[in-house]
T-cell receptor, first 115, second 112 residues
Framework: KAGVTQTPRYLIKTRGQQVTLSCSPI?????VSWYQQTPGQGLQFLFE???????NKGNFPGRFSGRQFSNSRSEMNVSTLELGDSALYLC??????????????FGAGSRLTVL | DAKTTQPNSMESNEEEPVHLPCNHS???????IHWYRQLPSQGPEYVIH???SNVNNRMASLAIAEDRKSSTLILHRATLRDAAVYYC?????????????FGTGTKLQVIP
C-alpha cells in the first residue's frame, strides 16, 4: 500500500514569497500532522488535522497555516517567507489521533530553501 | 506537553546489542511510549511502541520501567543500517488531541 506522499520534494523560494506544500496520507488514515525540522530546533510540531478540522497547533506564527480536504489530503501554507523558514517540512498520517497507540507514518518531507 | 530526555549520541560496534535509554518522568497514565528513527535524508520511521509491558517486534525490543518513568530501546544486533537518530516520544490516549513533542533524539553510530 502506498505510503505518505509529499510534494514537492525540493523547492527554492525568495524572502517575502509564499509556499504551499501538499501531503497525501495513507489510504484510510484520517489524521494528518505537520512538523518542521531544522538543524538548530530539531523536529517541531506545527499542527494536526482530523476530519478537515485543525485539532491542535504548535507555537508557530500565523504565517503558517494548513487545511485538510474531505479525502484527508492536507496542505500547509507559509506566507511572507523568511530566511529562518528554510527547513525540512514533514507530514505524518495515522488512522486517528485520539488513541496514543496509533502509529505515525511519515513522508519523506519537502525541503524548502528560502533565499 | 509531555517531554522525553535522551543522550545526544551513542556508539555501538556492529553485531553487538545496543541499549538506547529514554527518560520520561512526567509521563501520564495513559501515554504510550513510541520510538521512531530517522535515517539520513529520510522522514522518521516507526520502530516500536508500548504502554506498560515490554514489547518485541522484528526490529527491536522495548523495555519499560515498572514506574514507566523511563524506557529502553534494545537493538539486539546492531548493523550499519541501524545508524540513525532515534527519537523517543509520548503519545496520549486521553481522548483529546495532543501535540507530539520530539526531543533531540540519540544519534547512534555503528562502528564496523
Amino acid at each position: 500500500k502506498a505510503g505518505v506522499t509529499q510534494t514537492p520534494r525540493y523547492l527554492i523560494k525568495t524572502r517575502g514569497q509564499q509556499v504551499t506544500l501538499s501531503c497525501s496520507p495513507i489510504s484510510g488514515h484520517r489524521s494528518v500532522s505537520w512538523y518542521q525540522q531544522t538543524p538548530g530546533q530539531g523536529l517541531q510540531f506545527l499542527f494536526e488535522y482530523f476530519s478537515e478540522t485543525q485539532r491542535n497547533k504548535g507555537n508557530f506564527p500565523g504565517r503558517f497555516s494548513g487545511r485538510q480536504f474531505s479525502n484527508s489530503r492536507s496542505e500547509m501554507n507559509v506566507s511572507t517567507l523568511e530566511l529562518g523558514d528554510s527547513a525540512l517540512y514533514l507530514c505524518a498520517s495515522s488512522v486517528r489521533s485520539t488513541s496514543g497507540a496509533n502509529v505515525l507514518t511519515f513522508g519523506a518531507g519537502s525541503r524548502l530553501t528560502v533565499l | 506537553d509531555a517531554k522525553t530526555t535522551q543522550p545526544n549520541s551513542m556508539e555501538s560496534n556492529e553485531e553487538e546489542p545496543v541499549h538506547l535509554p529514554c527518560n520520561h518522568s512526567t509521563i501520564s497514565g495513559t501515554d504510550y511510549i513510541h520510538w521512531y528513527r530517522q535515517l539520513p535524508s529520510q522522514g522518521p520511521e516507526y520502530v516500536i511502541h508500548g504502554l506498560t509491558s515490554n514489547v518485541n517486534n522484528r526490529m527491536a525490543s522495548l523495555a519499560i520501567a515498572e514506574d514507566r518513568k523511563s524506557s529502553t530501546l534494545i537493538l539486539h544486533r546492531a548493523t550499519l543500517r541501524d545508524a540513525a537518530v532515534y527519537y523517543c516520544i509520548l503519545r496520549g490516549n486521553s481522548g483529546g488531541y495532543q501535540k507530539v513533542t520530539f526531543g533531540t533524539g540519540t544519534k547512534l553510530q555503528v562502528i564496523p
